[in-house]
């Protein structure tokens, strides 16, 4: 069944991935994303820009129900990954979030060996049936991570004592371990260094061939660098969204206009 | 910003100081004042605290130490077959109809023997004052040796017995030969008799190691006083309290910290639990009163009633540290767990209680060694009773740690009430006893820390 769905892909790229229709998020009294429709494309970079505050991170969080461990947030509207809803009450959380991956904003590997942190989800998902299988998936994961390289000789040290740069990057192995069809990223470069960026980036690139990204960014260049498609929300409310192209040369909204060109935000 | 309010601002903001940075004004000369001020309060109140616990410390020390030490004599006992074992069968059920009331004279005559042979010659000294250097516990010891072995029936044996409590005190400096005049229990002529035997070595003072193993003694006899049956139920207490305390507390505490919907009734809970820690010990003591001996039916004295009791009273100090170890653990370790598809039950397990193991096990000793030294709770249910026999850890008729028994600050609190002053010497060793223990749990929580916490 898992192949036929990958032969389907292989055909219609650019399907729909994720599609959200009037979603709302209210944090306690405050609304903090109102009525919000996006399709997220399959094998696509998508990049949510906007100012602080504006409800970017808590959108993304809602796509894999993230804001479940936050007690006062409640979402209303539909979300369907794969036309199936991720809120219906029969669907278990802990499911989803195999199929749809997170990195964090801070990198946070856990205070354990490099290799137990990527190992971490595809022993918790039996993915792996030995320990041939688990290392093999490890090794992949961390190459496809671009990180392979520097900590292949050093898999039982802690992954706290890399350096931030390889901390997220070994955060994106650990994501993308389980093999996760979506990958949902939080502000991923806003701890590192320009070269540790450049390098996040471009493994964003290469991920785009297998995974649906979706990528929340304060850097509007980092946006146009990365992005194919790009949603620009102010105030909890979805502005404009469309080709990243589209959005940084003709934004169709004044709001869009001004905060690309730096006047609000 | 227009032009028009960065010229309001300007106008409002204060002229910039002139002034030479090598000279304090008035108002840096004030701060610095308040800040040494500040400080030699803090050194003031660091030293109160240390010439308080040097002062707490030397004098227990001073007290206590000397119950570590006891004065024997040596002596060589004729066991005569006429008096022990008049049947001349050695059947231990006829031997033991004999009491302490006759090998008392035994151990009185051999030490009679002694003194005259070695040829000492005392001013006003009767045989009764010869036969007092000897504890009365003496003669129960003699019996005990000949009862495990009635071979002896017959023979001359050398024994090494107590002295009497006034005697040893002599060699601790608590009995003078100006108190012994004045004093019904011991005369100057047999603290004189004492020293000779001193100096043949008869008399030897040396480390009493039956103050750890012996049970409590009557308040004749203070020599003979030991720790053991207090030892024993307060590490039978200890036991009850970590197999209940540390995995209700904990899983409590994680379920609380971790699980429980933040509402009212949460709130609730947690505010009583903050109380309960607060609450005055004796309360418990009460309350294990009335439920688990008035109601529950569990026997009086039981360690497994103290066990209890202390429970209930170390919970709420291992729920709060619990929840503070869970709570100082990063939201992100959380986050990351969840993100990679673990339930919530597996980011705790997991992630979670490994990483706040330390600050648990931590607040666990802490809770134990409150728990170790507490006594009121237990006053109220018996354990301050008089116990000469060892509890077992399990009997048919009582269960588990259900035979009666002491603690230790109960056998301390016990000790200052009794009259002889041999029983301060004894309570302030049993303070020490009972600060080691606690020494050796805090440097477990230190050790156990450290070992942790090295797991990145």
Redesign the interface.
């Known amino acids: 069944m898992d192949d036929l769905r990958i032969l389907e892909r292989d055909v219609t790229t650019q399907s729909n991935k994720i599609t959200a229709r009037g979603v709302d998020v209210f944090y306690g009294e405050a609304h903090a994303i109102k009525s919000v429709d996006v399709d997220i494309l399959d094998k696509t970079v998508t990049a949510f820009i906007g100012p602080s505050g504006c409800g970017k991170s808590t959108f993304l969080r809602c796509l894999?129900r993230?804001n479940d461990?936050i007690?006062i947030c409640r979402v209303t509207g539909d979300i369907k990954l794969d036309g199936e809803n991720i809120y219906d009450p029969k669907v278990d959380s802990?499911?989803l979030?195999?199929k749809v991956?997170?990195?964090?904003q801070?990198p946070?590997?856990?205070?354990?060996s490099i290799y137990d942190n990527v190992a971490?989800?595809p022993k918790?998902?039996g993915l792996t049936r030995n320990k041939a299988e688990l290392d093999e998936v490890v090794e992949t994961s961390l190459r496809k991570a671009a990180i392979w390289n520097e900590v292949k000789d050093r898999l039982n040290a802690?992954g706290?004592?890399l350096s931030g740069g390889q901390q997220q990057r070994l955060?994106i192995a650990?994501?993308i371990?389980?093999s996760p069809e979506v990958l949902l990223m939080d502000e991923p470069c806003s701890a590192l260094d320009p070269i540790a960026t450049a390098q996040v980036e471009e493994l964003i690139d290469e991920l785009r061939s297998q995974f649906s990204v979706v990528i929340v960014t304060h850097s509007m260049q980092q946006a146009a660098r990365v992005s194919q498609r790009t949603a620009f929300f102010h105030l909890g409310s979805l502005v404009e969204y469309g080709e990243t192209g589209q959005i940084f040369t003709a934004p169709k909204d004044p709001r869009t206009e001004s905060y690309i060109t730096g006047r609000i935000g | 910003m227009t032009d028009a309010t960065a010229a309001a601002a300007a106008s409002t903001a204060p002229a910039p100081r002139k002034g030479s940075l090598l000279v304090q004004d008035a108002r840096t000369r004030k701060r610095n004042a308040a800040e040494s001020r500040f400080k030699a309060y803090g050194l003031a109140a660091i030293a109160v605290g240390v010439i308080a616990l040097v002062i707490l410390v030397t004098s227990i020390l001073g007290n206590g130490t000397s119950a570590f030490r006891q004065s024997y004599i040596a002596l060589n006992v004729e066991l005569p077959e006429a008096k022990l074992d008049k049947s001349g069968t050695r059947d231990l059920e006829v031997m033991k109809k004999v009491t302490t009331l006759t090998y008392g004279p035994l151990l009185a005559k051999g030490l009679q023997d002694a003194v005259d042979s070695l040829g000492i010659e005392i001013e006003g000294l009767t045989k009764k004052d010869v036969s007092g250097l000897i504890s009365q516990e003496a003669a129960a010891q003699l019996r005990d040796r000949v009862l495990a072995d009635p071979a002896l029936v017959g023979q001359t044996v050398q024994i090494t017995v107590l002295a009497s409590g006034r005697i040893d005190g002599y060699y601790k400096g608590r009995t003078t030969l100006a108190s012994a005049e004045l004093d019904s229990n011991v005369s100057p002529a047999q603290l004189k008799l004492a020293d000779a035997l001193k100096q043949k070595g008869l008399l030897t003072t040396r480390f009493n190691a039956a103050f750890l193993t012996a049970p409590d003694a009557s308040d004749q006899r203070p020599e003979a006083a030991g720790l053991g049956v207090a030892i024993l139920g307060s590490a039978y207490m200890m036991i009850v309290v970590l197999v209940l305390a540390l995995p209700i507390g904990v899983a409590a505490s994680i379920y609380l910290e971790e699980f429980a919907p933040k509402n009212r009734w949460t709130d609730l809970i947690e505010v009583n639990i903050s109380n309960l820690a607060a609450v005055p010990s004796i309360v418990f003591g009460i309350l294990g009163l009335a439920i688990f001996i008035n109601f529950a039916g569990l026997r009086a004295s039981a360690p497994i009633v103290g066990g209890l009791v202390l429970t209930l009273m170390t919970l709420p100090t291992i729920i709060i540290s619990t929840r503070a170890a869970l709570k100082s653990v990063p939201p992100s370790i959380r986050d990351a767990a969840l993100g990679v598809g673990a339930s919530k039950m597996q980011a705790v397990f997991h992630h979670v209680l490994p990483l706040a193991a330390p600050g648990i096990l931590t607040g666990t000793i802490i809770g134990l060694a409150q728990a170790l030294g507490e006594t009121a709770p237990l006053l109220l249910i018996g354990m301050v009773a008089f116990v000469r026999e060892y509890p077992a850890a399990y009997s048919a008729t009582d269960g588990l740690f259900g035979e009666p028994s002491t603690a230790l600050p109960v056998q301390v609190y016990n000790w200052t009430q009794r009259a002889d002053p041999a029983f301060f010497e004894r309570a302030s060793g049993a303070i020490i006893v009972l600060l080691v223990f606690l020494l050796i749990m805090n440097a477990v929580a230190i050790i156990l820390r450290r070992r942790f916490e090295r797991r990145w």
């Open positions: 894999n993230m461990t007690d802990v499911q979030r195999a991956g997170m990195v964090f801070k946070n590997p856990f205070p354990k971490y989800g918790i998902h802690p706290t004592g955060c650990r994501a371990a389980t």
